[in-house]
């Protein structure tokens, strides 16, 4: 179980969601949830997008196709939930998160197909210990919705990692150490205040003046 | 039922697959099967660029993300037969089809986005009118595979002209005309001569000079 302030407690990261993110997403469930669904249809995107870079590696075609399908499957559950609960999806500026993860990714093969690979991994591990973390905290609806994307979730960040081993196998190399690079650059992410709320932002950079200010006072 | 050389067979095109492009096919099988997974990918990808280009879409985007969800579905299907039959995938350069349909359409709205559901009508349509004038000419198990495909395909362009029709509506344009002048661009690009054999090309050239010869010389 991952509970927040309890870092470490999904296999591949090394941060918790802080609870300033959580106290966050409960006073900003319309973002949340638009911009939840814009992350599932990005991860089918992405997907779909390695399907082409890769078009020759069948094995990892077939396993981005399911994992596409899977999660455009989860877009299509979360918008008719929106729908439901009179959430207008509009147009939302991305966050760091996605950028700042890819700002790791090489630019030559064989080094980029293993950091797509791994930074897709940390993008689903931490979209699965998120979902975890939400669930009993966000209410019912929604907090049913996540639970249940969870599990699902759960089982895309393997499937990422499987194939960035497979990938550095292949090159002959060891991936351990970029890992953690990739590890510790995720953590920051998620637990430097910042300045836009998001599906995958780190706590507000608003509630970590005022808690600074009030560290500062006792 | 559309057989090769009976035109207007299928609801939308205005011409059937002609008999040379099926007698093409079936010297080029391995080209047919690398192309069709291809165009299954590209379909998947055609709908989620249009979730995201409509994102505030609902309708749009859920019917989009079904659609990509089942052509992805196939091209795990066509990928395995492909698997199964010993076929090696490699890059193809493009054909002129898609290309050919994209150049008609409008670059601004309200106009772009009713012809780029006409566009993807007719794309599916053809797929449509290709699986069924495959199915008993490819030979087992492929023209099993592509029965099964025409029967789903031929949802998908229901699919677009709906929402075609409803961008027109909104729009308060008739689409009539616009229908017409794609059907046309269509059935040219299927029917005249084309240098690449792909799954959506032309009768081959090289036949359709012999086969001048022969008409000249009668």
Redesign the interface.
């Known amino acids: 179980m991952s509970a927040a302030g309890e870092p470490g407690a999904h296999p591949l990261l090394c941060a918790a969601t802080p609870a300033a993110w959580l106290e966050a997403a409960r006073g900003a469930r319309d973002i949340l949830v638009i911009d939840h669904a814009?992350c599932e249809?990005k991860a089918?995107?992405t997907a779909?997008a390695l399907?082409?870079a890769y078009?020759?590696d069948?094995e990892l075609?077939?396993r981005m196709?399911?994992l596409?399908?899977e999660e455009?499957?989860h877009?299509?559950q979360v918008?008719?939930l929106a729908?439901a609960l009179g959430i207008v999806?509009?147009?939302l500026a991305p966050g760091r998160y996605a950028c700042g993860l890819r700002r790791l990714v090489a630019h030559a093969e064989p080094a980029r197909e293993i950091d797509l690979m791994i930074a897709g991994a940390f993008i689903e591990a931490r979209s699965c210990e998120r979902f975890e973390a939400l669930a009993p905290v966000i209410g019912a609806p929604l907090g049913k919705l996540f639970a249940g994307l969870h599990k699902a979730e759960a089982r895309h960040f393997k499937v990422y990692l499987d194939l960035a081993r497979r990938a550095a196998a292949r090159a002959g190399v060891s991936i351990e150490a970029r890992i953690a690079q990739f590890a510790r650059a995720e953590a920051a992410l998620i637990t430097e205040p910042d300045p836009v709320f998001r599906f995958h932002s780190g706590p507000p950079q608003a509630c970590d003046a005022a808690a600074r200010g009030s560290a500062h006072s006792s």
């Open positions: 814009n249809k089918a995107s779909l399907m082409f078009a020759e069948l075609a077939d196709s399911r596409a399908r455009l499957r877009y299509e918008a008719k729908r999806p509009r147009r």
